[in-house]
């Protein structure tokens, strides 16, 4: 693991877009707080919206139905696959397949074939060379005892870590913040061009004292860029709008990372940015019948006039500078869990169907691109009241591909002898008295893992 200042580390080997109609609970009911009327979007409604725009003109708001660059064919990239999912304190009961992007796991028949269980939806499709994934609400309650985080944390770490293992990725890192956790996953193949690794959090509930809303952050170099992973969850309610925007400049101003990089301490320091997790914002402005009726007939357009996220962009300037794709999937909140169903039960207390659940990205220069493969939604996994989203992106690299430190082949080594090897480093690398050199045994699944 290549640390702070610099860390070399070697491993010796010793041995789709959803387009059906969702059903929709038949018991809607239309009272809520906002207007029923469906006013659309004014001229002067996007002239109010355009307010951060006039008053900050040289620095481009959140941009939506993003495409992101396109990328030169010859030139090297990395595709990085990104799941944000709020799982509301449930353990892994579903195939996670889709979701991860992986190779479907396939068992044999008694005719000796090969069978699979999961729909092939990942077959012919690259596979990625990092894998970012969020999950919020590890436990379902804020009040909840925090060694519940601590255990279901395990339970989703030791269930990921097994089955990624087995398409030969590696926990790269992780970190949580009580119900808020990130990992990283990478191809074994690049571990080698990994250093300057970090991580980060900030506490957002009670005032700051409280850590089931918040943010965790990843930072690292990979080959000659660097990355950040964002993870939040930012706070709930419809009336939180002001909230919300507030969270998230606090993550942008008081989330830094420490032990890496001096000139990587902040999110928006990093060649390529992606934050991901339940943002929260809802759809405001029509009434529950009218959403339903705007997802029953496809209209994403329509319903996304109202999505509280576009108003922070253009009135608030949050996230600016951040891109997000095209969204042409249903509201992945709420639902009847165990359904896909909208939760409309309880006429007190309305939740209109919303778009919480988003992945963004950003590049600090124009040197810097990042093209989005696709941005989705998947409607069948049934255990929370949220949808699980994830997205695809490919990242430009520069041209230096070179390893810091590389060994010399090891012919043989016996057991209750010692075992010796030879390394060197690329002219000009920096030593630290925390560089370190790992042993790992072949079937490690994270660096945590190593002999010695």
């Not at 996953?185 to 850590?211: C, N």
């Not at 991901?276 to 405001?284: A, K, V």
């Amino acid at each position: 693991m290549l640390d702070a200042p610099v860390c070399l580390c070697a491993c010796v080997f010793l041995a789709q877009i959803m387009t059906t109609s969702l059903p929709i609970s038949t018991s809607t009911n239309s009272a809520d707080s906002s207007p029923t009327a469906d006013t659309g979007m004014s001229r002067g409604h996007y002239r109010r919206m355009s307010s951060f725009n006039r008053e900050f003109p040289d620095i481009p708001v959140l941009q939506f139905d993003s495409k992101g660059d396109k990328l030169d064919p010859d030139k090297p990239k990395l595709r990085i696959r990104t799941l944000t999912w709020n799982i509301a304190g449930h353990q892994p009961k579903e195939d996670l397949t889709d979701v991860l992007g992986l190779a479907p796991e396939r068992e044999s028949t008694p005719d000796g074939s090969a069978s699979s269980s999961a729909d092939i939806v990942n077959e012919g499709k690259p596979e990625a060379d990092l894998i970012a994934i969020g999950f919020q609400e590890l436990s379902a309650s804020p009040a909840a005892p925090v060694m519940e985080s601590v255990i279901m944390s395990e339970i989703w770490t030791t269930t990921l870590k097994k089955r990624m293992s087995s398409q030969d990725y590696v926990l790269l890192q992780s970190i949580r913040l009580q119900g808020i956790v990130l990992f990283v996953f990478s191809k074994s193949r690049h571990l080698k061009y990994v250093r300057y690794m970090d991580t980060a959090y900030l506490r957002l509930g009670a005032s700051g004292w409280w850590g089931n809303k918040g943010a965790v952050g990843i930072s690292f170099e990979i080959y000659d860029v660097t990355l950040c992973f964002v993870n939040s969850h930012l706070s709930p309610h419809d009336h939180a709008f002001k909230d919300r925007v507030k969270n998230h400049r606090q993550i942008l101003r008081d989330m830094v990372f420490v032990g890496g990089r001096t000139d990587t301490s902040c999110i928006l320091e990093h060649d390529y940015a992606v934050w991901l997790g339940d943002f929260n914002f809802r759809i405001e402005g029509i009434s529950q019948d009218k959403t339903l009726h705007y997802i029953e007939s496809q209209k994403w357009p329509q319903l996304l006039k109202h999505d509280q996220l576009h108003r922070a962009a253009f009135v608030e300037g949050a996230f600016s500078t951040f891109q997000e794709g095209k969204i042409e999937f249903p509201p992945t909140y709420k639902f009847v869990t165990g359904t896909s169903i909208y939760d409309t039960r309880n006429p007190a207390k309305i939740r209109r169907p919303s778009y919480c659940d988003r992945i963004l990205w950003r590049t600090r220069t124009d040197a810097r691109k990042a093209a989005l493969i696709e941005y989705t939604s998947h409607m069948n996994h049934q255990i929370s009241d949220h949808k699980p989203v994830t997205a695809v992106l490919e990242i430009a690299l520069g041209s230096e591909q070179e390893q810091y430190v590389v060994f010399d082949p090891i012919d043989r080594w016996f057991v209750g002898q010692h075992g010796y090897f030879r390394y060197s480093a690329k002219p000009g690398t920096f030593y630290s008295a925390w560089d370190w050199i790992g042993l790992y045994k072949a079937s490690y699944t994270s660096f945590d893992e190593y002999v010695t």
